[in-house]
Structure formats: C-alpha cells, structure tokens
C-alpha cells in the first residue's frame, strides 16, 4: 500500500505550503547558508550531521534521474560514492548505508571508513539499506525472485539474518532492536533476543502501524494508520502502544513525505512530528511525558516539526506572511525558552526541512526556490 494515497490532501497542502516560492521575509535571524553542490546544475539536500560533524546527504544532476549519495565536512563536498547511489541513513560513527546501482545492479551499500561493501542478501535481486545500529548492524531491505513482499535482513560483519519475506517499511534502533511492517502485521524484534513481539494497530482496519524511529532504550515510535482516513502517532514501550493525541484536531504524523528523516524520537522518549490542530491548521508538536505540546500556537499558518535532538529540542519549519506572500524559515523550539528562527537562505527561497544534530543546535536540511536547483543548507 503506497503511503503518499493515505495521508491526507489537506496535510500534503501544508508540506507543499513550506515549499511555496516565494519573497522572503526580512527576519533578524541566525542565518543558514548553501553548502557546495557538484556543479551549479546539481540540487543537494542535507539529511542530518553526525556528532563528529560529518553532514550526510545527496545530490542530483538537473538533467538526470540518477542521484549519488555525498557528505560535506567543515562546509567542503566529499562525494561518496562515483556511482548512481543514494544514502539513506547513518550512525554516530560516521558510517552511512544507503543503496548504489553497479553494472545494472542495485544494491543495498555501507561507506565506512573509506571502504564501500555491497550488501545484495542470498536470492535477492535488488536491495537498499535502510539503517545502521551503532555496531554497525544493518537493515537490509530486498527484493526476491519470489514474493510479492519485501525481504527484510540485517548484516554484519559478514553475516547475514533474515528478519521478513513480506515486509514493507522497517528501522533500526542503535542499539540493534528492528521494526518492521508485513502483510503478517507489524513486530519489534529485540536486540540479541530474535524474538518477535506483535504491535497490532489499535485503530484497526487491516493496517500494520508504521515504524518511524527506535530509540537507544528500544522505544519504537509508530505512524498508526486510521481507516476512516489520515494518521496518528503511536509511542511503543515495554510491550504498551500509546496513541500520543492530537492538538485538537483529527490527526497527526512524524514522517512527512518527503521532507527529511527524522529523527522524530529521541532516547529520553520525546517525539515531534505535525499535527491537525482544532482550527484545522497544522503545527508543528513536541510530546513529553504524556503530555502533547503546539509549538507555535499563536499562529494560523502551518509548521512542521522535523526532528529532534537528545536535548528535546525541536528543529522545523515556520510559514510566514507579509503583504500576502508567503514563505517559510527554519526554527528550533527548545524544552524552555525563545525559539531560535533562521530565515530563508535567499529571496524568494523557502525553507524545506532542518535536521538538528544529537547534542547541540546545529541544523542542515534542504531549501527550495523559483527556477534554481533545491540547494544544502547548514546553520554551520
């Protein structure tokens, strides 16, 4: 089931409205500037920044469907990989998985330490790695020659273990734990135990909640699919899914389409996400403790949380308007204070999401704008 059909148009309006091109907003803000594309012709999106400072990310040709997978440290381009690639996911320890097509055959990859190993598991066609714990485990999902479904595996250090032959979206927790949807429903396998534990979707409908983070401690966060329409978002601990709530609204969601990675959850149990408020507007949420709070309750127009750190603070998006043209800046809510606002790169450019680092409030993401490539951002 395709989940861009399932979340609905009205949320899909409000991710486009951070994209809309439009005249900036003079904003007395910290500021955000381009990171070094390929060529002038490339777009480049940044992914998030590891704790050593490596800013993961890709890059595209305007001319071309093929994307390669890059990082930039200390605001210089290192390319990954010279092959049509695509990196997806990576650890604190600067080891970064993805996928990569060599000689028609696209696989699953790990770039660590100046080393590139293809990951294609036994009887698989094609494959991408989705995530990588902090012992370099990693989840690999695959395509066979015989089932409809997808197969889900982790490897490491050679050795291959197979998780799912009818999956369709998994994570990995640093630690090792793996979630997975299938057609079998969804299950969190424990870290070094193998066991599955079943997390049925307390909405019903036939639809396997949909993991979109796991903690340090094993917390799994989940987008719960709602079959009168929308979504909402599930925090699963020791064995109890709990439906976080809304801001007033029907809804609420962490994984965005298209609009970065996350993380949404971080190892004290606090998650951020986009949420339908009573008005029908969408803001941007951070829940702590039960306790689910609007980060710009004062406004009309939609924002957007993207992700958060191990400080609770959230790194997103802010729509704005001035004499009725509108675009969006990049801001970050912390647990207590002034929100810190970027404004937009440039005239005309609109903030599109900001991934905030583990431990401090250095922000990279992706930023759009009228007839020029979507650019690399960095608050460094």
Same mark, same amino acid.
């Given at each position: 089931m395709m989940r861009a059909t399932l979340v609905p148009a009205v949320l899909l309006a409000a991710t486009a409205l951070l994209g809309t091109e439009a005249t900036a907003v003079a904003v007395a803000a910290p500021t955000l500037r381009e990171l070094p594309a390929p060529s002038p012709d490339h777009s480049a999106s940044a992914l998030g920044v590891t704790p050593s400072g490596l800013v993961v990310g890709n890059a595209r040709q305007a001319d071309s469907f093929d994307q390669h997978a890059v990082t930039w440290r200390g605001g210089k381009l290192l390319? +990954?990989?010279p092959n049509p690639s695509q990196a997806i996911e990576f650890? &604190? $320890?600067d080891q970064v998985v993805g996928t990569r097509r060599v000689g028609g055959v696209s696989s699953a990859v790990l770039w660590s330490g100046g080393r590139t190993t293809d990951l294609l598991p036994p009887g698989a066609v094609s494959a991408v790695g989705l995530g990588i714990s902090e012992v370099g485990e990693v989840l690999v999902r695959a395509v066979t020659e015989s089932g409809p479904g997808y197969l889900f595996a982790t490897w490491r250090a050679g050795v291959w273990r197979t998780i799912s032959t009818d999956g369709h979206l998994g994570r990995i927790g640093p630690r090792g734990d793996v979630a997975v949807s299938s057609d079998s429903g969804t299950h969190v396998y424990r870290a070094g135990s193998g066991a599955a534990v079943a997390v049925p979707n307390p909405f019903g409908g036939g639809y396997p909640p949909e993991p979109t983070g796991i903690n340090a401690r094993g917390d799994v966060l989940f987008d719960l699919v709602v079959p009168e *329409? *929308?979504? $909402?978002v599930g925090f699963w601990r020791d064995g109890v899914l709990t439906d976080i709530g809304t801001l007033g609204g029907n809804q609420a969601v962490t994984n965005l389409p298209g609009v970065g990675r996350g993380p949404y959850l971080n190892d004290a149990g606090e998650v951020t996400g986009t949420s339908e408020t009573a008005s029908g507007a969408y803001h941007a949420f951070r829940w702590r403790a039960g306790t689910i709070t609007d980060l710009t309750p004062a406004s009309p127009l939609p924002s957007t949380g993207n992700s958060i750190n191990q400080a609770g603070q959230v790194a997103g998006t802010q729509a704005v308007e001035v004499g009725g043209a509108r675009t969006s800046g990049g801001r970050i809510w912390p647990r207590? *204070?002034?929100?810190v606002?970027? #404004?937009s790169t440039g005239a005309q450019r609109s903030v599109g999401w +900001?991934?905030?680092a583990p431990h401090s409030q250095w922000v990279v993401g992706a930023d759009n704008g009228p007839n020029s490539p979507r650019r #690399?951002? &960095?608050?460094r």
């Open positions: 390319p +990954l990989d650890n &604190s $320890r *329409g *929308g979504y $909402r207590h *204070g002034v929100p606002e970027f #404004a +900001l991934a905030i #690399a951002i &960095s608050s």
